[in-house]
């Protein structure tokens, strides 16, 4: 019957607000661009793309070279060392690539390196058509014919969004028509084939990435999510939490834990069941979505505790931010058919100062105290690791 009442709303809706039901449905703003990506998923994603942006520029670093001799035998006297020059110039700009881009820290340097994986090669195409010229319809010379193509299909290896590969795409095409621009050619007819040629390849290497994208997204959610709540399983937060604590040290920065626990919970179960109490969870869940920032890291501890680290954020600044979490939980009832159910929550706070680990055994032991003389609130941990009642 439920899905029924489900297939009978959608199909009185009038067709843009079905597209958008279906678009949603499918989660395709996902596929559109990163904004609403995790956090953690984006630093993934950016470590996938710039491990194969080191893997090219060194591959074609060191094939682009071995290409002289061939050059030796086929090209003018005159144009010969100019392209040798040209190689030579070209490997050693992609191989600079491969050493600067040993490590990421953001989804923006990554792609600021994918940029410049796809620019370099068109650059050196297009400085090939200067110096050869007239000498490019030489059967022999076919392979010089080829670049662009090829630089195209590497578009295929990188799991991008659609605003990602879209501009990227426009990027490439752009700087490979330079030549035919500037010698006022683009619209022969020869050049408008080429340009929907590319266009075409390209059209399927977006459709490659963003087929990537939304496999990459589906097997990271579901090893790192929890499935009732969406947040981060404990496992996943601890990896991400550790990642965090190594970039807060470097960059001489703060990292603040919370630790929350829902108050009678078992009591809720027992009482109204356990369905009611996964709405509870979810409830709770939503809203540390909602009152958190999209930096901070979230995950389900275990039953009705969660997790929360917040980087860059000082224990006085954090403990502003878990009262309003702790406010909005005894403020929004949860209803539950006729039922309307009232929480609390509790929490313990302290910054991270030796290890994650070490950090969450004294969390846990504030947590402990703040339900022990009272729950619906926090207490803090010091950096004397002290507790402190607030």
Not at 311 to 338: F, H, K, S, W
Request: charged fraction near 20%; proline fraction near 3%; charge should be neutral.
């Amino acid at each position: 019957m439920r899905e029924k009442s489900i297939l009978t709303d959608v199909g009185s809706m009038t067709l843009p607000h079905r597209l958008r039901y279906m678009f949603e449905q499918v989660r395709g703003y996902e596929l559109v661009g990163s904004r609403k990506h995790p956090a953690d998923f984006n630093l993934v994603r950016a470590e996938y793309i710039n491990t194969r942006v080191r893997a090219l520029a060194l591959l074609f670093s060191i094939l682009t070279p071995l290409w002289i001799p061939v050059d030796y035998f086929i090209l003018p006297e005159g144009s010969f060392g100019i392209m040798a020059a040209a190689r030579l110039l070209f490997s050693l700009s992609l191989l600079a690539l491969w050493v600067k881009a040993s490590y990421v820290f953001s989804l923006r340097h990554a792609r600021i390196r994918l940029f410049m994986l796809m620019v370099i090669p068109a650059l050196f195409h297009l400085s090939a058509q200067f110096i050869l010229g007239e000498h490019l319809s030489d059967a022999r010379l076919a392979s010089y014919t080829f670049l662009p193509f090829l630089i195209i299909t590497i578009h295929c290896v990188f799991p991008l969004t659609l605003r990602e590969g879209s501009l990227l795409a426009l990027v490439t095409i752009f700087t490979l028509s330079l030549d035919e621009l500037i010698q006022r050619q683009m619209f022969t007819l020869a050049s408008l084939n080429n340009l929907w040629l590319l266009a075409v390849i390209m059209s399927i290497a977006i459709w490659a990435q963003l087929s990537q994208l939304h496999m990459q997204l589906k097997l990271f959610k579901q090893a790192t999510t929890d499935g009732l709540t969406g947040l981060l399983t404990r496992r996943a937060f601890m990896s991400l939490a550790e990642s965090e604590l190594s970039r807060s040290e470097r960059y001489n920065r703060t990292l603040t834990m919370a630790l929350l626990d829902l108050d009678h919970f078992k009591i809720i179960n027992d009482t109204y069941g356990h369905q009611a109490g996964d709405k509870v969870l979810l409830t709770f869940s939503r809203q540390l979505k909602d009152v958190l920032r999209a930096t901070d890291i979230i995950g389900r501890y275990g039953g009705e505790e969660f997790i929360i680290a917040l980087p860059e954020t000082r224990p006085d600044e954090a403990e502003q931010v878990i009262q309003r979490v702790l406010d909005t939980c005894r403020e929004t009832p949860v209803q539950y058919g006729n039922h309307t159910i009232h929480l609390t929550a509790s929490a313990g706070l302290g910054e991270v100062l030796v290890d994650v680990q070490t950090s969450i055994l004294y969390i846990d032991e504030a947590l402990y105290q703040a339900k022990k003389i009272g729950r619906d609130q926090i207490i803090k941990v010091e950096g004397e690791r002290k507790l402190l009642a607030e």
